[in-house]
């Protein structure tokens, strides 16, 4: 079973951090499909340090959703300390969680994210700071290596491990591979031999047959699920199953999708107030609505609602078009 520091989780199924999805809604959702931990969208160092009203609220987890990993970035030691130490004594996150594989350039310029996979000696100073002023567990997450030149991966993890880190993510593309072409498992198995503290692996995980080939293939403590988890929780609870049985769980029906999707919105509009939710689950909502035949020009009306009877509307019209279809069919 996957430990970091002294938090044990339930399973090897790891929900990956994706910046503007991974609000407390999401994560809480996912939860109760059994992810065994669950991770929050990457937080600001300087947004924690000056109380930025939005960073703040992003700093909220249910309960619920724990054993929790909550994420920060930045590039000065200073503050990611500081931040790392508000988390630490102000949040009930488990496990601070410091990202070195944002390939975004916004990030990139302020020498955060996947600057850092250029360095080892850095991520060793950096993380050994974190490491001596916080309690929780600290663990990173990063890719490879910045292109295929430049893969440290090895020599990056082994300074994390040194550094008192309690684990290591790692995604198995470069920055430069954004999320094109394929994940390098290879790497990801080197990686997992060089070190003694847990490696999660990460990286073109799109099925529950595809998570136990990661763990066979590359021995990696756990797997990290990020795209292929939205709008579809069900792929956390087929694969959680799937490594317990080795049996495939049957695919979620119309109605239980939408309701899943419902549920979904509510808590966002108590999150983050129904204009805003409503806004940010029409991207959402069109993920739900992935293989249900038909559903093209409903995605139009989607990214035109405003409100959640608006959006509830649609939800309910597909479950009733999906009906009839099988009506017919039957």
Not at 15 to 36: D, H, Q
Not at 199 to 209: A, C, E, M, R, Y
Not at 225 to 242: C, D, E, H, S
Request: hydrophobic share 45%; aromatic share 6%.
């Amino acid at each position: 079973m996957l430990k970091i520091g002294n938090i044990e989780m339930k399973n090897q199924v790891v929900l990956a951090p994706m910046a503007g999805i991974c609000n407390s809604a999401f994560r809480l959702t996912v939860k109760e499909f059994g992810a065994g931990l669950v991770c929050a969208e990457m937080i600001s160092d300087k947004g924690i340090v000056s109380k930025n009203a939005k960073t703040m609220n992003m700093l909220y987890i249910d309960e619920r959703e724990k054993p929790l990993s909550l994420q920060i970035f930045g590039g000065v030691k200073e503050t990611l300390v500081e931040a790392a130490r508000f988390v630490d004594r102000n949040t009930n996150a488990d496990i601070i969680d410091i990202n070195m594989g944002c390939p975004v350039n916004k990030i990139i310029k302020c020498e955060a994210g996947a600057r850092w996979l250029l360095e080892p000696n850095k991520i060793y100073d950096m993380v050994s700071s974190v490491v001596e002023a916080v309690d929780k567990p600290v663990t990173v997450k990063m890719r490879i290596g910045w292109d295929e030149e430049h893969i440290f991966a090895v020599e990056n993890a082994q300074a994390v491990e040194r550094a008192g880190g309690a684990a290591v993510s790692m995604h198995g593309r470069t920055r430069v591979q954004m999320y094109e072409g394929d994940a390098n498992w290879d790497i990801l198995r080197q990686v997992k031999q060089s070190i003694n503290i847990p490696l999660i692996g990460n990286g073109d995980v799109k099925t529950p047959q595809g998570a136990k080939r990661m763990l066979e293939e590359t021995g990696v403590d756990g797997v990290m699920i990020g795209r292929a988890a939205l709008g579809n929780p069900w792929m956390i609870y087929q694969t959680v199953k799937y490594l317990e049985t080795g049996k495939l769980i049957d695919e979620p029906s119309v109605l239980e999708k939408m309701d899943v999707c419902k549920l979904h919105l509510d808590r966002l509009i108590a999150l983050k107030g129904e204009n805003v939710a409503v806004r940010e689950m029409r991207k959402h909502a069109a993920w739900y609505l992935k293989g249900i035949h038909g559903t093209g020009k409903i995605r139009n009306a989607i990214n035109e609602c405003h409100t959640r009877a608006e959006l509830v509307a649609i939800l309910d019209f597909i479950v009733e078009n999906a009906e009839v279809k099988e009506m017919q069919a039957g």
